[in-house]
RNA sequence: CGGGGCGUAGCGCAGCCUGGUAGCGCGCACGGUUCGGGACCGUGAAGUCGGAGGUUCAAAUCCUCUCGCCCCGACCA
């Protein structure tokens, strides 16, 4: 995108867009608002800006430090807004009145300002970027359902218009709270994201979420025994130095939850805690413990931990409820052979691993496959948490006044641009869906010192916009490879060739960016050929 | 926030270890040749060496602080 000048960095996660990057925003832009209007939604502008209240309202103001935070001259805070629920549960307080009022779906495709801890993947995650935020209003779960199905169905049409292939999947509703969510996740290897689909049952969850039920291995018949493990600390070292299946071991990891304290976290030992899972089961955010408080309060150093005899509440994975397993003895140098967990040690069990392809879905035992993504939207069903701390509430048939129910959708278009980058291009640079390239036609004169082959160039160029079709002319002085590859580069769908074979006979060649399949056409039927080739290329595209 | 790396011409980089005239490629300007898949020759312009302080006769180079950017991890409403 940086070389086919799209876009340029500002700074850490800020970006301008280039005359090419901002036309495909505003294509992408434009079928986001046909299908918003479609379901009914109506288009609004909020504020960047907003005054700390609406956030201390909904409870919001603290604890987010994403959040960009700045006082006026006044002295006044003000933050911001890295997501509007605030603004549109604030506006439904005073114009929603009546059961009258409802349903509603208001929309903005507004800047969002999130001061990201790490911003990276250059325009996947930024500080600042656009956002499609929709939001509707409804008397009661229901309509919500309703609302939330049309916006599914909505978004699928997006992505489908915008050339993505998707999956849709559910995810965690994260501190957004509420009941359901659903992420819209085009695979990619560029993606931050990952998910775990299972093709028997179609069962599809980001891995944040997703149950898994992992092979066991063949128990063998240990008894209880401390062994010594002189030098073996990580997993990898302890199995291979009592030559056994890193599956038969357990993985002890101390973490420290602000309220409750110290907890010990065990998985098995060939799998990786998942730490939104852990935060699910511990009620609150928890960090790794550092060497020396995991020394302190297990009296081992890290690496020789264990269950055994500890005095913190234990976490096991529901992995771990069967079998028998190696543990750290709480010794350094030593580990403990056959212990179970439940029987030598008391825990209680959640679901805290990350799933891994092949493992069996948690719904009907098939192997589930994982695959990296770029979460181009998602959709939330919020509830009332929202609208009742901020007053919004409307009189239902019987005069009682009731909070209005609220759901949050979200489109990253800046996301839709670079998955459809990342999906589409090749050896040669993007490959862009006609719905959303910049240009559909790039003319190139080979010899713009060639009267003839530059008037036929412009006559096409012309015709090509006065017949709907949004033309780029190449008429630089440059040698003829240097436009075919900048041309291939930016990836418009169609190149239009104005060179020898003009001269000679009178024809161009239409030739097409994803198939490189080429005809020769006059100049007069370029505009057809264009057409014929954009209606092949969108009934044979995924 | 934890770990690592990098800031030298518009862009990409070398030079730093071992202090002493700031260099290469691309791009740019001019002239010429070339002209259907990123041409070639010649000439030329262009650099507070991220910033501040220190050591030294002398600092791009050594030391301290600082700012910025990138990568891995954590976080990601």
Redesign the pocket.
Same mark, same amino acid.
């Given at each position: 995108m940086l070389?086919a000048g799209l876009v340029r960095?500002l700074?850490?996660? =800020?970006f301008v867009w280039l005359p090419l990057g901002q036309r495909v925003l505003d294509k992408v832009n434009a079928i986001v608002r046909e299908e918003m209007n479609a379901i009914g939604g109506q288009e609004i502008t909020m504020p960047v800006i907003h005054p700390a209240e609406i956030w201390k309202q909904s409870g919001?103001w603290d &604890? =987010?430090? +994403? #959040?960009f935070k700045l006082k006026d001259r006044h002295g006044r805070e003000m933050c911001l807004g #890295?997501?509007h629920?605030e603004v549109i549960a604030w506006l439904a307080s005073r114009e929603i009145r009546s059961y009258r009022d409802l349903p509603q779906i208001w929309y903005q495709i507004q800047t969002k300002e999130?001061d990201?801890?790490?911003?990276?993947? &250059?325009v996947l995650?930024t500080r600042e970027f656009v956002m499609k935020d929709s939001y509707t209003l409804d008397p009661d779960d229901a309509a919500l359902d309703r609302s939330y199905d049309a916006h599914a169905a909505a978004y699928r049409r997006i992505f489908e218009r915008c050339g993505l292939r998707i999956h849709v999947v559910q995810s965690?509703t994260? #501190?957004?709270g509420g009941h359901s969510a659903h992420e819209f996740m085009a695979p990619s290897a560029a993606g931050?994201?990952e998910i775990a689909m299972c093709a028997a049952c179609g069962y599809a969850a980001n891995v944040e979420l997703a149950r898994s039920v992992p092979t066991p291995p063949a128990l063998p018949a240990w008894t209880r025994e401390e062994v010594a493990t002189p030098g073996a600390r990580t997993i990898a070292e302890v199995a291979a130095y009592l030559n056994i299946d890193p599956r038969l071991t357990i993985k002890s990891l101390l973490y420290v939850a602000p309220k409750a304290g110290p907890v010990l976290v065990l998985v098995r030992g060939d799998h990786s805690l998942h +730490?939104?899972k852990l935060?699910r089961a511990v009620g609150e955010?928890c960090?790794a413990a550092h060497p020396d408080e995991v020394r302190e309060h297990l009296g081992a150093p890290v690496g020789s931990v264990g269950p055994l005899g500890v005095r913190v509440p234990i976490i096991a994975d529901e992995t771990l409820r069967q079998g028998t397993y190696v543990v750290g003895a709480n010794r350094e140098g030593f580990h403990v052979r056959g212990v179970t967990p439940g029987r030598d040690f008391e825990c209680r069990f959640a679901d805290l691993h990350t799933a891994v392809a092949g493992e069996g879905c948690g719904q009907c035992g098939a192997p589930l496959a994982v695959e990296r993504v770029i979460e181009v939207g998602?959709i939330f069903k919020l509830g009332t948490k929202f609208s009742e701390a901020l007053g919004a509430t409307y009189l239902d048939e019987s005069g009682r006044a009731r909070p209005v129910v609220m759901g949050s959708y979200?489109i990253g278009p800046a996301r839709i641009a670079a998955a459809a980058v990342e999906q589409l291009a090749d050896q040669?640079?993007i490959v862009w869906p006609w719905a959303i390239a910049p240009f559909h036609v790039y003319v190139v004169p080979?010899?713009v010192?060639d009267r003839a082959q530059l008037g036929a160039a412009e006559e096409i160029y012309a015709q090509c916009w006065k017949q709907g079709l949004e033309a780029v002319l190449d008429d630089r002085d440059?040698?003829?490879?240097?436009k075919?590859?900048?041309? +291939?580069?930016l990836g418009i769908p169609v190149r239009v060739?104005? &060179?020898?074979?003009?001269?000679k006979e009178g024809v161009v +060649?239409v030739?097409s960016r994803r198939t490189r399949q080429e005809r020769r056409v006059s100049v007069d039927q370029v505009v057809a050929a264009t057409r014929a080739l954009r209606g092949e290329e969108s009934s044979t595209s995924t």
């Open positions: 070389r960095q700074a850490a996660g =800020i919001r &604890g =987010i430090p +994403e #959040m #890295m997501t629920e999130r990201e801890a790490r911003p990276r993947s &250059g995650r965690d994260g #501190m957004m931050e994201d +730490e939104r935060l955010e960090r998602n979200g040669d640079g080979v010899s010192k440059e040698r003829p490879g240097v075919f590859k900048d041309a +291939e580069l060739t104005v &060179g020898n074979s003009f001269v +060649e030739r």
